[in-house]
């Protein structure tokens, strides 16, 4: 499901930071160094951009088959509010976690922090290029579903941009914390896998919460996407209740915390051995 990220030598990237520079300068330099590798690398970039078009025109057979009238939404509607969760889950998730390994493994992340870079620094600049990449392609999903599927224009953007913001911090920070007990770049096929299947089938990408039983709904609301998709809906489609977007801003942000803790106390710098 993911990709392998192609090898470059360490000094390509910890190379680019120079001494004396601000946080945002180096936030710059080891981004523009990422986009280089990313752009090298047209297996990662392919995937990148063409997969999660893929997921949601895939998705569209099964929706059609749903009476999603039922939960106050058309086929368009879910498409592009489900497919905004699937390219921050495929492009962020997916391609952070054998990007953080692949740099390990090379020494890079080790070579970084003899430099000026913090460790925080180190894990965002090198999450810049996923994430633009994300923002951009969920652009284009919302403007494609306004100008060619049956959807209106988001009526609250402001818990839109919350919801994909939110899903950049939490999908990062789970990239991180997966990369930990990932042994090298091909394994993150298998170490990747277990939250894409939840995400896709639980946290309402595919299947509105509201179609599901309440108890496997009241489960399901607990996933690390969940609240990141209630958010994304809320904002596309309006109406939502006070409480179940409260509820969804604290999943979101209790997954946050928990995700950058566990960064913080179990993320490996240097090769597994």
């Given at each position: 499901?993911?990709?392998?990220?192609?090898?470059?030598?360490?000094?390509?990237?910890?190379?680019?930071?120079?001494?004396?520079?601000?946080?945002?300068?180096?936030?710059?330099?080891l981004?523009?160094?990422?986009v280089?590798?990313?752009?090298?690398?047209?297996?990662?970039?392919?995937?990148?951009?063409?997969?999660?078009?893929?997921?949601?025109?895939?998705?569209?057979?099964?929706?059609?088959?749903?009476?999603?009238?039922?939960?106050?939404?058309?086929?368009?509607?879910?498409?592009?509010?489900?497919?905004?969760?699937?390219?921050?889950?495929?492009?962020?998730?997916?391609?952070?976690?054998?990007?953080?390994?692949?740099?390990?493994?090379?020494?890079?992340?080790?070579?970084?922090?003899?430099?000026?870079?913090?460790?925080?620094?180190?894990?965002?600049?090198?999450?810049?290029?996923?994430?633009?990449?994300?923002?951009?392609?969920?652009?284009?999903?919302?403007?494609?579903?306004?100008?060619?599927?049956?959807?209106?224009?988001?009526?609250r953007p402001?818990?839109?941009i919350?919801?994909?913001?939110?899903?950049?911090?939490?999908?990062?920070?789970?990239?991180?914390?997966?990369?930990?007990?990932?042994r090298?770049?091909?394994?993150?096929?298998?170490?990747?896998?277990?939250?894409?299947?939840?995400?896709?089938?639980?946290s309402?990408?595919?299947?509105?919460?509201?179609?599901?039983?309440?108890?496997?709904?009241?489960?399901?609301?607990?996933?690390?996407?969940t609240?990141?998709?209630?958010?994304?809906?809320?904002?596309?489609?309006?109406?939502?209740?006070?409480?179940?977007?409260?509820?969804?801003?604290?999943?979101?942000?209790?997954?946050?915390g928990?995700?950058?803790?566990?960064?913080?106390?179990?993320?490996?710098?240097?090769?597994?051995?």
């Amino acid at each position: 499901m993911t990709t392998s990220v192609a090898k470059t030598r360490p000094t390509q990237t910890a190379g680019t930071i120079t001494r004396g520079t601000s946080a945002a300068g180096r936030l710059g330099a080891l981004g523009r160094a990422e986009v280089t590798l990313l752009v090298r690398n047209r297996t990662a970039l392919s995937v990148a951009l063409f997969f999660p078009v893929l997921m949601v025109v895939v998705a569209k057979s099964t929706l059609e088959e749903m009476d999603l009238g039922k939960v106050g939404m058309n086929v368009g509607e879910a498409m592009v509010t489900g497919g905004i969760g699937m390219v921050l889950l495929l492009v962020v998730h997916l391609n952070l976690v054998s990007a953080y390994v692949a740099r390990r493994e090379e020494l890079v992340l080790k070579r970084l922090r003899t430099g000026e870079l913090s460790d925080r620094e180190i894990l965002i600049g090198t999450a810049l290029p996923a994430a633009g990449l994300a923002v951009a392609q969920c652009a284009v999903l919302m403007a494609a579903g306004i100008a060619f599927l049956d959807v209106g224009a988001p009526a609250r953007p402001d818990l839109l941009i919350a919801g994909i913001g939110a899903g950049l911090v939490v999908l990062t920070a789970l990239a991180a914390v997966t990369a930990a007990v990932t042994r090298t770049v091909e394994s993150a096929q298998i170490t990747t896998m277990p939250m894409f299947m939840l995400s896709v089938g639980g946290s309402g990408l595919l299947i509105p919460l509201e179609m599901m039983p309440d108890t496997v709904a009241s489960v399901c609301e607990l996933l690390p996407m969940t609240g990141i998709t209630t958010l994304v809906r809320a904002g596309w489609l309006g109406g939502a209740d006070g409480g179940d977007v409260t509820t969804a801003a604290v999943t979101a942000l209790v997954w946050a915390g928990i995700s950058v803790f566990a960064v913080q106390r179990w993320f490996r710098w240097e090769p597994r051995r």
